[in-house]
């Protein structure tokens, strides 16, 4: 799914689409024939490992199937085991160029893909990969075991027929610029994976059934609770593929599973696992040294990139009645000093989030455009009225402004909104205590939270910090069974179908969606619906950046902090890069997938 999402994130319809690849915006960088992507070592050695560690929300494994709903996957598996139609590259955006699919035909009307698989494509096992497999793992991923994010991507997709052994034809409800790339960008998995006697199982009872898939790695050996080992596939049909040149060079990629934040750092210190990203400025600033540094085994480093910021945000669970008044998130958000945060706290590492689009040309800035107005007005009775305003801006703490002044705001928006100071607590009109819970699956959150806290404590308001282990933290997301939590959402140069499972009112009231605020606005599911059958740039932009203001007025979203690199330590007597990292690289992604082992010391 990650994978998927990243895929769909990078990536109307051109009439006529014929080729190698598909663009967006009829823009491929590579063209027919090219030799292998700029950003890799053509010639990079194979063999030797990879030793990675798991990230710590991924506390263990019970499956070997990562696309169910229940249960948990080894980290990357996805990734390294399964093969899609088209892959992209992490130097242009909105692109996609054939891998199982030696080319993609998309109607003059925009209404189907049509792909013609290539001949020497294999699953692990040695079967051809065939138009069959490729519906019946189009079918299982819309069947009822998935996540709804499948079926809420994948809405106007009609159906998929089998044109003969190695082509399929994808039909679409209706023109969709991005379809050709979503439904390209699917994993493909063996008819035979989980067959019992004639028939395969039902897909929920494919467990730990050896994944059969057609990608660069296999399962090797296994060690519930402590690691996992992928083993390359050296007869792996793709590996002189120009898309596939220069990467998968590890012979073993071994992922080590720590339940503890200390004990992996130390475990990184001591040289147990060669490469690890990290997301704590403080252990960034603070805890990344010891004698491996010293020496220059390990090396710390970290790398520019042009991704978007995403919105990593607290989301308020709008399903709650207290969350249900936008005076009231409004004022939850002016509690928050983030300046305070990242000079003490963060090491100033970080930059604010506002909005959905950071740093991509969707970023909606000022007052609305005319055609963001043509967009927005039929919405006006419906929406904030700061939404036909300037775009909003998080509050500061820093001169001119103060967290004093904020809080004043608060107080008169929560006493607006019905809720006034009694006995130092904060009630509504029939005397009940305003508190929340913070949900999340990580202890060291705490930190973070409690001057938060603090500042909300003044406005009478309660905010009690609950961790829990993961798997019971994604059964209550699931479930969207918690008041708030915090989540980092990806962003994207070309948003699309994607988010109405994140904001769509159809996702709302579906278990296990990505809608996690609960919000179900008419206004937003036009905005998306705008968005999604865009024929042009030129017709994206103000769909974009109107759902942009629409959300960011909504205060949904408290808007955290985002990184401009990529902050990583490796092991440099083991492994090797590329001269540069492609700027829409997702980090250890990059490194997987194109870093080599150097020769032993």
């Known amino acids: 799914m990650r994978r998927l999402l990243i895929f769909v994130a990078l990536c109307w319809v051109n009439p006529g689409w014929a080729a190698h690849g598909y663009a967006l915006w009829s823009d491929l960088k590579y063209p027919a024939g090219f030799a292998h992507f700029d950003y890799v070592n053509a010639d990079a050695p194979k063999g030797g490992e990879l030793r990675l560690v798991s990230n710590l929300r991924v506390s263990t494994f019970d499956k070997y199937n990562p696309f169910t709903i229940k249960g948990s996957a080894p980290a990357y598996l996805s990734d390294l085991m399964f093969d899609s139609l088209l892959t992209g590259s992490l130097d242009e955006t909105g692109s996609g160029y054939g891998l199982l699919a030696q080319d993609v035909v998309v109607s003059a009307d925009g209404m189907s893909a049509t792909f013609k698989l290539r001949p020497e494509a294999r699953f692990h096992n040695g079967d051809a990969v065939l138009a069959a497999d490729v519906k019946y793992s189009f079918d299982a991923l819309m069947g009822p075991f998935t996540s709804p994010a499948y079926k809420t991507m994948l809405e106007d997709v009609g159906g998929l027929d089998v044109l003969d052994e190695r082509t399929v034809r994808y039909r679409f409800k209706k023109p969709n610029r991005e379809l050709p790339l979503t439904v390209g960008g699917l994993p493909v998995f063996s008819r035979a994976w ?156 970080y930059q604010r989030v506002n909005g959905l689009f950071g740093n991509t040309d969707c970023q909606a800035s000022g007052s609305p455009s005319a055609q963001e107005l043509v967009l927005l007005e039929p919405w006006r009775e419906v929406l904030p009225a700061d939404v036909f305003g300037p775009m909003t801006q998080p509050p500061r703490t820093d001169a001119p402004s103060s967290l004093r002044a904020n809080l004043r705001r608060a107080q008169a928006l929560l006493n607006a909104a019905g809720w006034n100071v009694s006995n130092g607590k904060l009630r509504n009109a029939q005397g009940q205590v305003f508190e929340m819970e913070y949900l999340d699956s990580n202890e060291g959150s705490a930190r973070v939270v409690t001057p938060w806290a603090r500042n909300l404590e003044k406005l009478g308001i309660t905010l009690n910090f609950r961790p829990v282990d993961f798997a019971l933290y994604q059964q209550r997301l699931q479930t969207f069974e918690f008041d708030m939590t915090s989540l980092a959402y990806g962003g994207t140069h070309n948003p699309g179908q994607e988010y109405a499972d994140l904001f769509g009112s159809k996702a709302a ?93």
């Open 194 to 349: 989980g067959m019992e006697g004639a028939e395969p199982k039902p897909f929920d009872q494919i467990v730990t059934d050896t994944p059969i898939g057609s990608g660069p790695y296999k399962i090797g050996p296994v060690r519930f609770g402590k690691d996992i080992t992928y083993v390359r596939d050296t007869t792996y049909w793709a590996k002189d593929l120009n898309v596939r040149r220069g990467t998968a060079n590890f012979d073993r990629i071994t992922v080590k599973i720590y339940k503890d934040a200390t004990a992996r750092l130390e475990a990184l210190k001591a040289g147990e696992f060669d490469l690890m990203r990290f997301f704590s400025a403080g252990d960034w600033a603070r805890r990344v040294n010891g004698k491996k540094f010293d020496t220059g085994e390990l090396v710390k480093r970290e790398y520019q990139h042009r991704l978007p910021t995403g919105f990593q945000s607290y989301v308020l669970n709008t399903r709650r009645e207290r969350f249900k008044d936008v005076r009231v998130r409004q004022a939850l958000g002016l509690a928050l000093d983030y300046e305070w945060m990242n000079r003490q706290l963060f090491y100033n590492a």
């Open 509 to 601: 009231d579906q278990e296990d969606s990505g809608n996690m605020s609960g919000i179900k606005s008419p206004a937003v599911d036009a905005l998306i619906s705008a968005m999604t059958r865009a024929k042009s740039k030129a017709e994206l932009l103000p769909a974009c950046r109107a759902l942009e203001r629409v959300i960011a007025h909504s205060h949904v979203l408290i808007p955290q902090w985002s990184a401009p690199t990529h902050r990583m330590v490796f092991n440099a007597w083991r492994l090797d890069q590329p001269a540069a990292m492609p700027p829409y690289s997702q980090g250890e992604g990059w490194a997987i997938d194109t870093w080599w082992a150097k020769a032993p010391r």
